[in-house]
Every structure is written in C-alpha cells, then in structure tokens.
C-alpha cells in the first residue's frame, strides 16, 4: 500500500503542524507546511533555494521581507468563508518574518526558485473565482498563484466542494513530460472538513492500477499524488476545502482526463445548458 496521506502533527516550538518536502515525498519540486500561530507569536524562516507562496488560511499577520513589509494582511477567519485569501510570493534567498495579530494558520507552499520575480502580495481581489462544472461536480475554486501570473515552478489553487459532490473530476492526470498535451507536475492537496469531525474521499491510481489507493482523509491532512488520477468526494453532510501545490520542469498546467469517465462532464454540462 503506498503511504499518500500526511496527517496533521503535533505542533512544533515554531508552529508546524504538517511537513512535506521532496526528500519525504519521494520527488523533486514540490514542498509543503502548515504553520499555526497564537496571536502575538512569531516566524522566521529563509527561502534558500526555493520561491515561496505564502496562503493565509485565517487570521492577521504582518510580514517582513528583505525587501517589502506589509502590515495587518489577512481578512477571512476561516476557509469555509469561501473568500479569497491573502497571499504571498517570496523569491529564493530571501527570508520572511511573520507577526500574528490574530490567532492563524498558514501554507507554505514551495519549489525550487531562479530569482526572477520579487516578492510581491497577491490581494483578494487579484485572485480569480471560478465555478467549475455543473451538478454534483460543481466546486468553487480560488487560482491563487495560476500559470499566467508570474512564479518560477509554483502553480496554487484552492478549492470548495458542497456536499455531497464531487471535484477533481472526471479524473484527471499530469504525469507525463509530454507537452503541449501533458504536463508532469507533482502535487499536494491539503483538506479541511466542515464540520471537522467529516472526512474526505480521494482516490489516486493509474491506468494500469499499479498505484490505486482509496483514502479517507481527516480534516488538517494532506495527500500526494506524484502520478496518476486523483478524483475527491464530499460525503453526504460534509463541504470539503482542500489547498493544491503543483509544480514540475514546465509551469504550466495541461491534464489528460481519464476516458472512461469523460463523457460524464459532457453530460453534466448539456443538463446544466438544458436547465434540468
């Protein structure tokens, strides 16, 4: 049985409450840390070689960089607000200091960096809102960091299913180097559960099914998906957040569906067109 779930941890002296890097996820891009500050706490980290994007999950901060400060960011309290959040992109030999004026929890999520682009804050109103789907795959999702605005390896997004629906769906994979019809890029979704007793289906698995893992996912834990398909499931009672990072040689996003159940969003969006 492969081990794709990282659940949450107990938190550190820092605040770190859940740790992904390349070395324990097996690849080569893409890490990722959730961070949990009471109001008044502090957090000092450098980039080193990697860029980072910063997503303030709840609460208010001020962040320090080498270059930029910014004072009193932050606006939702929790995710299932549905608003867009606060964010931050910091390049690679640079360092960030964060003050909690509220209680928080935020993302780190990283990859390797080449210093082009300076830090910089991504405002709400920057991020784009997009209803994805139609029927039980509607979701909400929130590009945070997408391919057209600018980073060296990182792609972010995150997302809200009602319950009861699907996303990540028709499953979709983005495991081959084989542009312009594929992209590879690995891939971490980070969950949360409302109420937070629920959990979260997901299944990852390959044409072939030598990877096939069907997982019932807390609310704080993260999935890998370094290949293959990866369709999520909001059980009955339940609406579902979860937090993607991708990254890979080429930042760009191009998927293949699995052709089984491709013809499902056709049908789907003919109703939606139908107004049934």
């Known amino acids: 049985m492969a081990d794709l779930i990282v659940p949450k941890q107990k938190r550190d002296k820092e605040g770190k409450v859940l740790s992904i890097t390349p070395q324990s996820a097996g690849w080569t891009y893409i890490g990722f840390e959730v961070y949990t500050l009471a109001k008044g706490e502090n957090l000092h980290k450098k980039t080193d070689e990697n860029e980072v994007c910063i997503v303030i999950l709840s609460g208010k901060l001020h962040l320090q960089t080498k270059e930029e400060t910014w004072k009193e960011i932050g606006e939702r309290m929790n995710v299932f607000e549905k608003t867009p959040p606060f964010s931050i992109y910091i390049p690679n030999d640079d360092h960030y200091e964060i ?94 559960v409302n109420p937070e007793q629920g959990f979260v289906l997901q299944r990852v ?10 997982m019932a996912v807390r609310d704080s834990s993260a999935v890998l998906v370094p290949k ?49």
């Open 228 to 276: 293959g398909y990866h369709p999520v499931s909001a059980p009955p009672g339940y609406e579902i957040y979860y937090l993607n990072v991708m990254g890979g040689p080429v930042r760009t996003w191009k998927f293949h569906n699995n052709a089984e159940h491709e013809w499902v969003m056709k049908n789907k969006l003919s109703m939606k067109r139908e107004g049934r």
């Open 99 to 192: 003050e909690a004026i509220t209680d928080i929890e935020i993302a780190v999520c990283s990859a390797p960096g080449k210093g082009t682009y300076p830090a910089r804050l991504i405002l709400p109103e920057r991020v784009e809102v997009e209803h994805r789907g139609a029927g039980n795959i509607a979701r909400q999702v929130h590009n945070i960091l997408p391919e057209h605005e600018p980073a060296d390896h990182l792609l972010v997004v995150e997302v809200f299913t009602p319950e009861g629906n699907w996303s990540s769906y028709p499953p979709h994979k983005h495991d081959q180097d084989n542009l312009p019809h594929e992209s590879y890029l690995e891939e971490t979704y980070y969950h949360k």
């Open 205 to 214: 698995y390959t044409d072939d099914l030598s990877l096939d893992e069907t």
